[in-house]
């Protein structure tokens, strides 16, 4: 069946230093997802990647897709304690249901 | 707009029974999707709704069922609650049919005892 990996499964970074966690997917994506939620949260939508090679950034973060479509990565520049929470990709498995992958958890010490 | 609510957000219950919950998606939104999230787990998909139809459903059994009204709004139910269901449970409402982002509801913590 389908299986989406991230890793690392637990990172602990300095306020400042970067950060990236990977998404390596079993099967090609047509699209990748990612999600944010913070401790005792809910899963918030970041931003999602259609194109095979696509790079998005959103301030001090950058996405990327993989030329297969089987991987991705989510680069955090100079972290922030708001950054704090667990990332997670996420791949389509049939109209509007989501494969999340196991997630990353970050930690920022200050 | 409102975003997408889930009530109620606690519950303990024993096992044996069934527990109803609910998710008003946000305005506008046909999509209702909900998942589980467990510490060992992760997040699994449980089943998706669009006006009224069930187009989807993970690898649940079938104590795990769900509905979705004419106005959207859509309930699951678990019956026969065991212990390993205690979880998270948390509704996504989407805008558009198909590979469109998700919104989160708050999610409701269940937890059997």
């Known amino acids: 069946g389908q299986q989406v990996m991230q890793i690392p499964q637990y990172q602990h970074v300095q306020e400042g230093e970067d950060f990236t966690t990977y998404c390596n997917s079993s099967?090609?994506?047509?699209?990748i997802q990612w999600y944010k939620q913070r401790p005792g949260g809910h899963p918030v939508f970041l931003i999602q990647?259609?194109?095979?090679?696509e790079v998005k950034k959103q301030k001090r973060l950058t996405f990327q897709f993989g030329e297969a479509k089987k991987n991705s990565s989510l680069h955090i520049t100079a972290t922030q304690t708001t950054d704090v929470g667990t990332y997670f990709c996420a791949g389509p498995a049939g109209a509007n249901n989501l494969f999340f992958g196991t997630g990353t958890r970050l930690t920022v010490i200050p | 707009k409102a975003g997408v609510t889930q009530t109620p957000r606690y519950l303990i219950k024993t096992r044996g029974q069934q527990v109803t919950l609910s998710c008003s998606p946000i305005?506008?939104?046909?999509?209702v999707s909900w998942y589980q999230q467990t510490p060992g787990q992760g997040l699994q998909f449980l089943f998706e709704?669009?006006?009224?139809?069930?187009?989807n459903k993970g690898n649940f059994p079938g104590r795990f069922s769900g509905r979705q009204f004419s106005n959207s709004r859509s309930e699951m139910n678990v019956s026969t609650l065991e212990l390993g269901d205690s979880a998270l449970y948390l509704c996504?409402?989407?805008?558009?049919?198909?590979?469109?982002?998700?919104?989160f509801g708050q999610g409701t913590r269940l937890t059997v005892v």
């Open positions: 996504a409402s989407s805008d558009r049919q198909v590979n469109t982002e998700a919104f």
């Open positions: 709704y669009f006006s009224e139809t069930q187009r």
């Open positions: 990647l259609v194109k095979s090679g």
């Open positions: 305005s506008g939104h046909r999509s």
């Open positions: 099967t090609t994506l047509s699209n």
